[in-house]
């Protein structure tokens, strides 16, 4: 069975910094590229960050670039996110999610985990 | 990149049929079949109901089918019922290699 469980959320204040990890099982890890997807309060799915299987390719959305940056250890099977410069509208579930055997969206999903941004 | 647009809200009654639209572009829903839908409970993750636009994984009601015609995808629902109620997204691959979420459609069933 596929499992991801996200973990590292918290309160943080703007400006702040936070590392989310997600943690893989029942799969091979190191053959599934990855993303990251955030949800703010009461708002729609936000496509975050991707990672190839080998780390080699890496994409952000516009909304975080040069802010976060996506890590994966295949030796650990584990997702990271650092946060960095952190602000009140990265306030979101985040969501670590694996693609699909192709490589082009997500098919599984983690429950998620809460990042609050606020003084 | 702008999300792709969804109707805000579809309602119908239990045994009937609904459809939920997703517009996008060329860059995105209209120059590739790797569309995907996913259904959202109330504080629970997404689970994937359709990919590569029509085709369901298993485990997923064959009362769920998905389409595309030009920069529209569309998830039709047959059958209603009670626990079909939920927030529906669309997803798309893009011509950045990135990938963008629809607005989100909420499903009452009446």
């Known amino acids: 069975e596929v499992q991801l469980v996200e973990s590292g959320g918290g309160l943080v204040q703007p400006g702040g910094s936070l590392r989310l990890s997600c943690a893989a099982s029942?799969?091979?890890?190191?053959?599934?590229?990855m993303n990251w997807v955030r949800q703010a309060p009461g708002k729609g799915l936000e496509w975050v960050s991707y990672?190839?299987?080998?780390?080699?390719?890496?994409y952000y959305a516009d909304s975080v670039k040069g802010r976060f940056t996506i890590s994966r250890d295949n030796a650990k099977n584990s997702l990271y996110l650092q946060m960095n410069s952190l602000r009140d509208e990265d306030t979101a579930v985040y969501y670590c999610?694996?693609?699909?055997?192709?490589?082009?969206?997500?098919?599984?999903w983690g429950q998620g985990t809460l990042v609050t941004v606020s003084s | 990149q702008s999300a792709l647009t969804q109707p805000a809200s579809v309602s119908g009654s239990p045994g009937q049929s609904i459809t939920i639209s997703c517009t996008g572009t060329?860059?995105?829903?209209?120059?590739?079949?790797?569309v995907s839908w996913y259904q959202q409970h109330p504080g629970k993750a997404p689970k994937l109901m359709i990919y590569?636009?029509?085709y369901r994984p298993s485990g997923v009601s064959n009362r769920f089918s998905g389409s595309k015609s030009g920069n529209t995808a569309s998830l039709t629902i047959s059958g209603l019922q009670a626990e079909d109620e939920a927030d529906y997204y669309c997803?798309?691959?893009?011509?950045?290699?990135?990938?963008?979420f629809g607005t989100g459609t909420k499903v009452t069933v009446l």
């Open positions: 590569e636009v029509s």
């Open positions: 029942g799969f091979t890890f190191n053959t599934y590229s």
């Open positions: 997803s798309s691959y893009t011509s950045s290699s990135t990938r963008v």
């Open positions: 999610a694996r693609d699909n055997r192709e490589g082009t969206l997500p098919d599984y």
């Open positions: 990672i190839s299987t080998s780390s080699s390719t890496i």
């Open positions: 060329s860059s995105d829903v209209g120059g590739y079949n790797y």
